[in-house]
């Protein structure tokens, strides 16, 4: 990694009435400067097109995505070579059970498959149940963030394992997720106590993946880890890796911190949810 040290990731917003100008403080640690570094190679044209950056803001328009996922499935099933996916009625009254039942198929598929047309079917597939998944678990609250995922570069060692931890306050710049297949965290978060073995996945490597978030979090870390404990006693996350080893990863690695918006460090916690709210489009970032 080049020893320069980055001090600021700035991302603008566009689609909306007013500007929004995001400016994130980023913080020294190997990751997150490993981090950046990956992000000055890159532009807005790495952004996967599959996926809508805007995470949570509401349920507005759930029907159509688990209608288009259904329709999805169905084109996937066209050329599937052997399994096809089961298309059983979506379970309205726990969403969170027809996730489940169907996220397997993603890395079954997406570990063999080299069409260029067929892999991006199943990104397609796998943002859909992800989003599906954001916008019904504690509906009551909201969750918002921005998901900002750029493709098209290789993973960096992970070495910051203790800096995992599970609860998001308003304004991190928080690294994301890179593996196909699934992290203790969001095994835990999804209930998912019998996810193949072999999909389960701790993060251990990092590209430019990352989120921007508009909430706190309203659990502690010791409430989690308690109930994560249960959890973990009666799942298949147990055969994969001990309790108390770090590389777990339990959680996000914290990057940096919002602290300018519009160059203003005077900004409420309302004025930058309805200014990213009302936005529609990621049109620059800058690492400086």
Known sequence: MNELTYNYYTVTLGGGDEPCILTYKIQEHVTAQAWASLMKQIDVSYLRDTLNPWQNFGIDGLNQKIERLETLIDELNSWLPQENIIRKKWNHADHQESVNRLHVHFPEQEKS???????????????????????????????????????????????????????????????????????????????????????????????????????????????????????????????????????MAFGYITLGKLEKVNNSVDFTKETVYNLVHNSNKIEHWEIH
């Open 113 to 247: 498959e080299t069409d260029i047309d067929r892999r991006r079917q199943l990104s397609e597939y796998n943002d859909l149940i992800h989003e599906i998944e954001g916008m019904t678990h504690r509906p009551n609250q909201p969750r918002p963030y921005l998901l900002v995922c750029p493709d098209g570069l290789e993973s960096l060692p992970l070495t910051d394992y203790t800096r995992f931890k599970a609860q998001r306050q308003f304004g991190e710049l928080c690294l994301h997720y890179c593996h196909v297949g699934r992290h203790p965290f969001e095994l835990y978060s999804a209930g998912d106590l019998q996810c193949p073995v072999e999909q389960i996945v701790p993060q251990h490597a990092i590209n430019a993946y990352h989120t921007l978030r508009f909430y706190d979090d309203d659990c502690l870390e010791h409430w989690h880890k308690q109930k994560f404990r249960n959890f973990y006693e009666r799942s298949t996350l147990k055969s994969v890796v001990e309790f108390t080893d770090p590389k």
